[in-house]
């Protein structure tokens, strides 16, 4: 039974949150505050996360980020905050889905769900290790390390980097990159794509500055590189 861990303070929504979850086979622990979150997420094994922003004591954004240095459990964002710049800014922080109270609950279930099995997808059964120079990218266990320094992305970022890593030669639109991640049942636009490819490059730059493995090629999209 996959296990949801629901940071959410507003007790109507929470409640509605949890019923149809429940309803839907998932195990829910809920809690309204991001200290507990924090401490949940330290104790407990979670399949996903479903984080609003706005909470008594702190903004979900910070948490998402601070999530984000050592885990690739999967986020999905729930707030009333519905602006381009506020979905934008929570994909770039490593969300992989962001729902826009009011929201029905069956949608939020299906998108809980498609999230799940992007991440369950995004490790393929081929074993092969792909590496990229210093950069490793190992499928079946869903890891990437640079310089044999663990390097955590979401299942979105992960996925990009492995349809880029599997053809190197190969320049990549935005759409066909599309394409690819939808298949493992996400949402994806041409700016999201970008968002992503953002956060892979942030994160390796925390390793190496100089390590990027994504060249834009520009007016087309994107090609892998090897890090010397």
Excluded: N, W
């Excluded at 826009?100 to 299906?110: D, G, L, Q, T, Y």
């Excluded at 639109?173 to 996400?186: E, K, P």
Aim: glycine letters at 8%; aromatic letters at 4%.
């Amino acid at each position: 039974m996959p296990r949801i861990l629901l940071l959410e303070d507003e007790r109507a929504i929470a409640d509605v949150v949890e019923v149809a979850l429940d309803r839907a086979g998932f195990a829910v622990t809920v809690c309204e505050r991001v200290a507990d979150g924090r401490s949940l997420l330290a104790a407990g094994s979670f399949d996903l996360l479903l984080l609003d922003l706005g909470l008594p004591d702190g903004d979900g954004m910070e948490l998402c980020r601070e999530l984000r240095r050592t885990s690739d459990l999967p986020v999905v964002i729930l707030t009333a905050r519905g602006s381009e710049i506020d979905r934008v800014v929570g994909l770039e922080l490593g969300a992989d889905d962001y729902l826009v109270k009011p929201f029905s609950p069956r949608e939020m279930v299906a998108r809980v769900r498609a999230v799940l099995r992007r991440a369950a997808k995004a490790a393929p059964a081929d074993e092969t290790t792909l590496r990229l120079g210093r950069l490793v990218i190992v499928p079946p266990s869903f890891r990437v390390s640079l310089d044999e320094v663990p390097v955590p992305l979401t299942p979105t970022e992960f996925a990009i980097l492995h349809a880029l890593a599997e053809s190197p030669a190969r320049v990549f639109s935005r759409a066909v990159l599309i394409d690819r991640v939808r298949g493992q049942g996400t949402y994806l636009t041409e700016r999201t794509v970008d968002s992503h490819v953002r956060g892979i490059r942030r994160k390796l730059a925390l390793v190496d500055p100089g390590a990027d493995p994504i060249e834009t090629v520009f007016g087309v999209g994107y090609r892998a590189r090897v890090i010397e």
